[in-house]
Protein backbone atom coordinates (compact mmCIF):
# COMPACT_ATOMS: atom_id res chain seq x y z
CA UNK A 1 0.00 0.00 0.00
CA UNK A 2 1.13 3.59 -0.73
CA UNK A 3 1.55 6.30 2.00
CA UNK A 4 2.23 9.99 2.08
CA UNK A 5 3.62 11.87 5.07
CA UNK A 6 3.87 15.54 5.66
CA UNK A 7 5.79 16.25 8.67
CA UNK A 8 5.31 19.43 9.33
CA UNK A 9 1.72 20.39 10.68
CA UNK A 10 2.17 24.01 10.51
CA UNK A 11 4.06 26.25 8.89
CA UNK A 12 4.46 30.31 9.37
CA UNK A 13 6.29 32.85 7.64
CA UNK A 14 6.87 36.43 6.47
CA UNK A 15 5.34 37.96 3.25
CA UNK A 16 7.61 37.50 -0.15
CA UNK A 17 9.95 34.83 1.62
CA UNK A 18 10.41 31.67 0.34
CA UNK A 19 8.69 28.30 2.04
CA UNK A 20 9.74 24.37 1.40
CA UNK A 21 6.87 22.23 2.64
CA UNK A 22 8.14 18.37 3.00
CA UNK A 23 6.75 15.04 1.58
CA UNK A 24 8.01 11.92 1.91
CA UNK A 25 5.90 8.95 0.43
CA UNK A 26 6.49 5.02 0.60
CA UNK A 27 5.47 2.95 -3.07
CA UNK A 28 6.81 -0.24 -5.18
CA UNK A 29 5.44 1.05 -8.11
CA UNK A 30 7.96 2.48 -10.69
CA UNK A 31 5.09 4.67 -12.47
CA UNK A 32 2.55 7.19 -10.40
CA UNK A 33 2.43 10.67 -10.37
CA UNK A 34 2.62 13.49 -6.86
CA UNK A 35 0.18 16.57 -7.02
CA UNK A 36 0.35 19.16 -4.44
CA UNK A 37 -2.77 20.61 -3.72
CA UNK A 38 -3.89 24.01 -1.92
CA UNK A 39 -6.76 24.13 0.04
CA UNK A 40 -7.76 27.40 1.42
CA UNK A 41 -10.28 28.44 3.87
CA UNK A 42 -12.64 28.03 1.58
CA UNK A 43 -11.98 24.23 1.29
CA UNK A 44 -12.15 23.90 -2.54
CA UNK A 45 -9.23 21.95 -3.50
CA UNK A 46 -6.98 23.08 -6.01
CA UNK A 47 -4.18 21.82 -7.76
CA UNK A 48 -1.17 23.39 -7.36
CA UNK A 49 1.71 21.35 -9.13
CA UNK A 50 1.96 18.04 -10.52
CA UNK A 51 4.99 15.52 -11.24
CA UNK A 52 5.35 12.75 -13.25
CA UNK A 53 7.37 10.37 -12.16
CA UNK A 54 9.22 9.65 -15.12
CA UNK A 55 10.22 12.54 -15.92
CA UNK A 56 13.54 13.77 -14.03
CA UNK A 57 13.13 17.56 -14.66
CA UNK A 58 11.60 19.23 -11.97
CA UNK A 59 8.28 20.89 -12.08
CA UNK A 60 7.64 24.42 -11.97
CA UNK A 61 4.67 26.67 -12.26
CA UNK A 62 5.50 30.46 -11.76
CA UNK A 63 6.55 30.77 -7.74
CA UNK A 64 5.53 27.21 -6.95
CA UNK A 65 8.14 24.50 -7.96
CA UNK A 66 9.12 21.12 -6.66
CA UNK A 67 12.20 19.21 -5.36
CA UNK A 68 11.73 15.49 -6.83
CA UNK A 69 13.93 13.00 -5.32
CA UNK A 70 12.94 9.85 -6.66
CA UNK A 71 15.46 7.45 -5.00
CA UNK A 72 14.83 9.23 -1.61
CA UNK A 73 10.87 8.93 -2.36
CA UNK A 74 10.91 12.96 -1.57
CA UNK A 75 8.82 15.69 -3.29
CA UNK A 76 9.06 18.81 -1.69
CA UNK A 77 7.01 22.09 -2.76
CA UNK A 78 8.77 25.05 -2.75
CA UNK A 79 7.16 28.84 -2.88
CA UNK A 80 8.76 32.02 -3.42
CA UNK A 81 7.79 35.29 -3.49
CA UNK A 82 4.99 34.04 -0.70
CA UNK A 83 1.89 36.06 -0.60
CA UNK A 84 -0.94 36.61 1.47
CA UNK A 85 -3.29 34.31 -0.66
CA UNK A 86 -0.58 31.65 -0.17
CA UNK A 87 -2.40 31.21 3.25
CA UNK A 88 -3.92 27.53 3.14
CA UNK A 89 -4.25 23.43 3.82
CA UNK A 90 -1.42 22.05 1.65
CA UNK A 91 -1.53 18.28 0.48
CA UNK A 92 0.39 16.76 -0.77
CA UNK A 93 -1.00 13.48 -3.00
CA UNK A 94 0.34 10.30 -4.68
CA UNK A 95 -1.45 8.17 -7.72
CA UNK A 96 -0.21 4.73 -9.17
CA UNK A 97 -0.38 5.55 -13.48
CA UNK A 98 -2.73 2.26 -13.18
CA UNK A 99 -5.94 0.92 -11.84
CA UNK A 100 -8.07 2.82 -9.88
CA UNK A 101 -6.10 5.54 -9.94
CA UNK A 102 -7.34 7.03 -6.33
CA UNK A 103 -5.56 9.85 -4.70
CA UNK A 104 -3.52 8.93 -1.29
CA UNK A 105 -3.32 12.02 0.77
CA UNK A 106 -0.33 13.22 3.54
CA UNK A 107 -1.79 14.19 6.24
CA UNK A 108 -1.48 18.13 5.35
CA UNK A 109 0.49 21.28 5.98
CA UNK A 110 -1.10 23.95 7.66
CA UNK A 111 0.70 27.35 6.11
CA UNK A 112 0.26 30.82 7.15
CA UNK A 113 1.36 33.72 5.49
CA UNK A 114 1.94 36.76 7.61
CA UNK A 115 2.09 40.11 6.43
CA UNK B 1 -11.20 23.89 -17.55
CA UNK B 2 -12.81 20.92 -16.27
CA UNK B 3 -15.57 21.75 -13.82
CA UNK B 4 -16.80 19.17 -11.14
CA UNK B 5 -20.54 20.55 -9.81
CA UNK B 6 -21.58 19.11 -5.76
CA UNK B 7 -24.70 19.77 -4.42
CA UNK B 8 -25.41 21.07 -1.90
CA UNK B 9 -22.73 22.64 -0.33
CA UNK B 10 -24.69 22.49 3.04
CA UNK B 11 -27.22 20.58 4.45
CA UNK B 12 -28.49 20.44 7.96
CA UNK B 13 -30.92 17.96 9.08
CA UNK B 14 -32.67 15.36 12.04
CA UNK B 15 -31.03 12.41 12.86
CA UNK B 16 -32.13 9.86 10.85
CA UNK B 17 -32.81 11.33 7.88
CA UNK B 18 -30.92 10.38 4.86
CA UNK B 19 -29.46 12.72 2.80
CA UNK B 20 -28.05 12.44 -0.56
CA UNK B 21 -25.07 14.41 -2.11
CA UNK B 22 -24.87 14.57 -5.66
CA UNK B 23 -21.79 15.49 -7.92
CA UNK B 24 -21.50 16.30 -11.51
CA UNK B 25 -19.08 16.60 -14.25
CA UNK B 26 -20.24 19.58 -15.83
CA UNK B 27 -18.09 19.47 -19.35
CA UNK B 28 -16.59 15.94 -19.49
CA UNK B 29 -17.48 12.57 -18.87
CA UNK B 30 -16.18 10.73 -16.16
CA UNK B 31 -16.25 6.86 -16.12
CA UNK B 32 -14.51 6.61 -12.17
CA UNK B 33 -15.10 9.59 -9.72
CA UNK B 34 -14.23 9.23 -5.97
CA UNK B 35 -15.84 10.16 -2.76
CA UNK B 36 -13.83 11.40 0.53
CA UNK B 37 -14.71 12.34 3.94
CA UNK B 38 -12.53 15.24 5.83
CA UNK B 39 -12.95 15.99 9.30
CA UNK B 40 -12.11 19.26 11.04
CA UNK B 41 -8.49 20.09 10.48
CA UNK B 42 -7.65 16.54 9.04
CA UNK B 43 -6.76 15.14 5.58
CA UNK B 44 -9.28 14.07 2.69
CA UNK B 45 -9.91 9.96 3.48
CA UNK B 46 -11.17 8.31 0.44
CA UNK B 47 -14.65 6.50 1.19
CA UNK B 48 -15.33 5.20 -1.96
CA UNK B 49 -14.80 5.00 -5.96
CA UNK B 50 -17.82 5.80 -7.82
CA UNK B 51 -17.56 3.23 -11.05
CA UNK B 52 -20.19 4.17 -13.62
CA UNK B 53 -22.90 0.96 -14.36
CA UNK B 54 -21.13 -1.06 -11.76
CA UNK B 55 -20.61 -1.56 -8.22
CA UNK B 56 -19.07 0.72 -6.33
CA UNK B 57 -15.51 -0.03 -4.78
CA UNK B 58 -15.66 0.74 -0.96
CA UNK B 59 -12.38 1.78 1.67
CA UNK B 60 -12.14 -0.90 4.67
CA UNK B 61 -13.96 0.28 7.22
CA UNK B 62 -16.71 2.30 5.46
CA UNK B 63 -20.03 0.57 5.70
CA UNK B 64 -21.69 0.45 2.28
CA UNK B 65 -24.94 -0.03 3.53
CA UNK B 66 -24.71 3.18 5.60
CA UNK B 67 -22.95 5.27 2.56
CA UNK B 68 -25.07 4.11 -0.98
CA UNK B 69 -23.66 5.06 -4.22
CA UNK B 70 -24.83 5.30 -7.93
CA UNK B 71 -23.08 6.31 -10.87
CA UNK B 72 -25.84 6.13 -13.06
CA UNK B 73 -24.29 8.03 -15.69
CA UNK B 74 -21.06 9.38 -17.05
CA UNK B 75 -21.56 13.14 -15.53
CA UNK B 76 -23.35 12.02 -12.30
CA UNK B 77 -22.79 10.25 -9.25
CA UNK B 78 -24.14 10.27 -6.01
CA UNK B 79 -23.49 9.56 -2.29
CA UNK B 80 -26.34 9.19 0.22
CA UNK B 81 -26.19 8.97 3.64
CA UNK B 82 -29.09 6.66 4.73
CA UNK B 83 -30.56 7.22 8.40
CA UNK B 84 -27.96 9.73 9.16
CA UNK B 85 -26.57 10.56 12.58
CA UNK B 86 -24.40 12.86 14.38
CA UNK B 87 -20.95 11.22 13.63
CA UNK B 88 -21.97 11.21 10.16
CA UNK B 89 -21.39 15.30 10.54
CA UNK B 90 -18.55 15.97 8.49
CA UNK B 91 -17.27 17.58 4.60
CA UNK B 92 -17.80 15.45 1.93
CA UNK B 93 -16.22 16.08 -1.64
CA UNK B 94 -16.14 13.99 -4.54
CA UNK B 95 -13.46 14.39 -7.30
CA UNK B 96 -13.57 12.88 -11.16
CA UNK B 97 -11.30 12.57 -13.61
CA UNK B 98 -11.78 12.52 -17.42
CA UNK B 99 -12.38 9.23 -19.29
CA UNK B 100 -9.31 8.14 -20.85
CA UNK B 101 -7.40 10.78 -19.16
CA UNK B 102 -5.08 8.49 -17.29
CA UNK B 103 -2.40 11.15 -17.28
CA UNK B 104 -4.59 13.74 -16.16
CA UNK B 105 -5.57 15.30 -12.59
CA UNK B 106 -8.50 14.69 -10.81
CA UNK B 107 -11.28 17.68 -10.35
CA UNK B 108 -13.15 18.38 -7.31
CA UNK B 109 -16.02 19.83 -6.28
CA UNK B 110 -16.66 22.50 -3.48
CA UNK B 111 -17.48 19.90 -0.71
CA UNK B 112 -20.53 19.38 1.17
CA UNK B 113 -20.82 20.33 4.33
CA UNK B 114 -23.35 17.57 6.50
CA UNK B 115 -24.26 18.11 9.84
CA UNK B 116 -26.78 16.30 11.52
CA UNK B 117 -29.01 17.27 14.85
Known amino acids: AQTVTQSQPEMSVQEAETVTLSCTYD???????LFWYKQPPSRQMILVIR??????QNATENRFSVNFQKAAKSFSLKISDSQLGDTAMYFC????????????FGQGTRLTINP | GAVVSQHPSWVICKSGTSVKIECRSL??????MFWYRQFPKQSLMLMAT?????????EQGVEKDKFLINHASLTLSTLTVTSAHPEDSSFYIC?????????????FGDGTRLSIL
Open chain 2, 95 to 107: SAGETGGWNQPQH
Open chain 1, 27 to 33: TSENNYY
Open chain 1, 51 to 56: QEAYKQ
Open chain 1, 93 to 104: AFRVDQGAQKLV
Open chain 2, 27 to 32: DFQATT
Open chain 2, 50 to 58: SNEGSKATY
